[in-house]
T-cell receptor, first 110, second 115 residues
Framework: GESVGLHLPTLSVQEGDNSIINCAYS??????FIWYKQESGKGPQFIID?????DKRQGQRVTVLLNKTVKHLSLQIAATQPGDSAVYFC?????????FGTGTSLTVIP | DGGITQSPKYLFRKEGQNVTLSCEQN?????MYWYRQDPGQGLRLIYY???????QKGDIAEGYSVSREKKESFPLTVTSAQKNPTAFYLC??????????????FGPGTRLTVT
């Protein structure tokens, strides 16, 4: 079987509620950030991005907030649905490379 | 259908054997990347390539090799020198890897198990 690693942070929400997933990034020079969604056994899927000259960006049902002062990124999902259940992780871009967080596992309770 | 394909989805090998993972993209992206994903850890960069016939080591390149003979293809070879090769391998591509900062699109991944 698969090896057991560190447990991911988890978040459980009721269907229809809003979800907030947080990410602390490490490099104050990072100027571009992405949120990804990854379902079990699949590749990450782009959700939304934000550049460092912005502090908020909205998409369909999702909002990303960037606080450069405390190096914090959050993803807000409105009216969470069962299909939103997945691991969500952030990525920061520094130079030629992206650095990825470990992720938060979101479970939506019907 | 535009996108990134990786094959095979599951791969099993005996210890001591080299194995090559395929990655193809038809997005006309210049840059391609290989990452490794282990439980409880963020994606770690193995190798990346910004243009054909050129590639750079990422953070964990030891025990791996790549080639970039065509813009569309970026195969990864896991050699017998890689001490812990069992992992989920992800290929990605983007319009550029420079300061232009474009999103990376990922393939579906290959789960490699070495026993």
């Amino acid at each position: 079987g698969e090896s057991v690693g560190l447990h991911l942070p988890t978040l459980s929400v009721q269907e229809g509620d809003n979800s907030i997933i947080n990410c602390a990034y490490s490099n104050s020079a990072s100027d571009y950030f992405i949120w990804y969604k990854q379902e079990s056994g699949k590749g990450p899927q782009f959700i939304i991005d934000i550049r460092s000259n912005m502090d908020k960006r909205q998409g369909q049902r999702v909002t990303v907030l960037l606080n450069k002062t405390v190096k914090h990124l959050s993803l807000q999902i409105a009216a969470t649905q069962p299909g939103d259940s997945a691991v969500y992780f952030c990525a920061e871009n520094t130079g030629n490379q992206f650095y990825f967080g470990t992720g938060t596992s979101l479970t939506v309770i019907p | 259908d535009g996108g990134i394909t990786q094959s095979p989805k599951y791969l099993f090998r005996k210890e001591g054997q080299n194995v090559t993972l395929s990655c193809e993209q038809n997005l006309n992206h210049d840059a391609m990347y290989w990452y490794r994903q282990d439980p409880g850890q963020g994606l770690r960069l193995i190798y990346y390539s910004q243009i054909v016939n050129d590639f750079q080591k990422g953070d964990i390149a030891e025990g791996y090799s790549v080639s970039r003979e065509k813009k569309e293809s970026f195969p990864l070879t896991v050699t017998s020198a890689q001490k812990n090769p069992t992992a989920f391998y992800l290929c990605a591509s983007s319009r550029t890897s420079g300061r232009g900062n474009y999103e990376q699109y990922f393939g579906p991944g290959t789960r490699l198990t070495v026993t």
